[in-house]
């Protein structure tokens, strides 16, 4: 069923990235429509909220544009969440002392599903108690609150109070939900390609961002577990989700080794080079003529397969990127490397590496091969969770 979310806008200056929010939600999957303040129309126009989610934005001028129905009851009834993005200072007070004075504010109190709150706003507004005890008393009520970031605010300084990066709100969206589905669950994660040193400025290295393994990251906190992220990139994530960076496939084995014993479910969507240069040069490498030059490499450890190999309680995914026989390939490598699953996904001609959207097949050993089909990382992230607790169960 294709999940409708209401996008309620208030008036901060985070509203200029809403346009782009909305349209990764609807390659997600979802439907959008759209409720904006006043104070918000100063910052985006209803035209681009309304071109983006495909649908007429509900305004205060708009509210009885049709008279046959009241037009924030009509939202309220289609939404099955409701996001308040960015949400000021003054609309989460009036939301926690129930006023209903305009569009957004109306529609959400005649709204009985899932509530979610992504404040924005100056970090002096933002740790005043009067805010705090707002928020707090809007979570004892049932809202689920993405708390903003610490980052550079439109002030000119760096402080709390700025809009989490886009991804990590729709992780929030993707996964919210009353009970989290990891909740009490140690979650391990590898993320981006490792970099094998030539010399100080060059590099062995792929084309994998980190994308796919930071959205499982992220969708696992959201979902209550307690994550921890081996990376080699620089991807935005949820608060509490613990990141160790790392270059070299060597180093990304040690991190992976320090954190296997405490993890539930362990997830490689780390690249890892299969192979290191077997010297690494401390100064750069200079031309040496027109002979070519031949590098000499040796193996890289395989992380999951020894994971595999030593596994006790944990559930242990790989991931396989292939470019031909996807498939094939994959179940070979399932078998090979004892995992409990294998997520294949097509790589390179723009798909997998780098892309916004995936599209995978997820295969176990005992049950047929389960694709989910093209859509956000966030969204696949999801996927693959939830059918790892269907496993699991
Ligand atoms: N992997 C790993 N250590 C390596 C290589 C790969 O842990 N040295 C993990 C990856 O994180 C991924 C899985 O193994 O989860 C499969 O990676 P892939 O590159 O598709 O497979 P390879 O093992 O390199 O096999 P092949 O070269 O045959 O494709």
Redesign the pocket.
């Known amino acids: 069923m294709t999940q409708h979310i209401g996008v309620m806008v208030t008036g901060g200056i985070a509203a200029y990235k809403v346009p782009l929010l909305i349209r990764s939600l609807i390659r997600g999957g979802a439907e959008v429509r759209v409720a904006m303040t006043q104070a918000a129309e100063a910052f985006v126009t209803a035209a681009t909220l309304a071109t983006v989610s495909k649908h007429s934005v509900l305004t205060d001028a708009r509210e009885f544009a049709e008279p046959a129905h009241v037009a924030h009851v009509a939202l309220a009834h289609w939404m099955d969440q409701a996001v308040v993005v960015p949400a000021t200072a003054n609309t989460i007070a009036k939301l926690a002392a129930g006023l209903a004075d305009n569009v957004v504010t109306t529609t959400l109190l005649a709204f009985g599903g899932q509530k979610l709150l992504v404040p924005a706003m100056n970090d002096q507004m933002w740790v005043n108690p009067q805010t705090q005890a707002n928020v707090a008393h809007l979570r004892d009520m049932g809202w689920q609150v993405l708390p903003p970031a610490t980052g550079f605010l439109a002030e000119g300084y760096a402080a709390v109070g700025r809009m989490p990066d886009l991804p990590v709100i729709e992780a929030f969206i993707a996964t919210a939900q009353p009970e989290p589905f990891l909740a009490g669950q140690t979650v391990l994660i590898?993320a981006g390609g490792t970099r094998e040193r030539l010399d100080p400025v060059r590099y062995i290295g792929n084309d994998s961002s980190g994308k796919m393994g930071t959205a499982l990251a992220n969708v696992a906190a959201a979902a209550g577990a307690q994550v921890t992220l081996v990376t080699t990139g620089d991807q935005p994530v949820l608060p509490g989700v613990t990141v160790i960076s790392v270059t070299t496939?060597q180093a990304m084995q040690t991190a992976v080794q320090a954190a296997f014993a405490a993890a539930d479910v362990v997830i490689?969507?780390?690249?890892?080079a299969?192979y290191r240069p077997k010297y690494t040069a401390t100064q750069k490498l200079k031309k040496t003529g027109d002979a070519g030059l031949t590098l000499e490499l040796v193996q890289?450890?395989?992380?999951?397969a020894g994971l595999g190999a030593t596994k006790t309680h944990q559930f242990v995914v790989?991931?396989?990127?292939?470019t031909n026989d996807v498939l094939a390939?994959a179940t070979a490598?399932l078998a090979r490397?004892h995992v409990d699953m294998l997520v294949a996904n097509r790589v390179g001609d723009g798909h997998g590496f780098n892309a916004a959207t995936n599209q995978v097949t997820l295969l176990t050993p005992d049950q047929a091969p389960v694709s989910v089909p093209e859509a956000s990382k966030v969204n696949v992230a999801a996927a693959i969770l939830r059918h790892i607790q269907q496993v699991r169960a």
Do not use: H, R
């Not at 490689?268 to 890892?272: C, E, I, N, T």
């Not at 890289?300 to 999951?304: A, E, G």
């Not at 790989?318 to 292939?322: D, K, L, T, V």
């Open positions: 590898t496939a490689m969507a780390a690249a890892v299969d890289n450890p395989d992380i999951l790989g991931f396989a990127a292939e390939n490598k490397k």
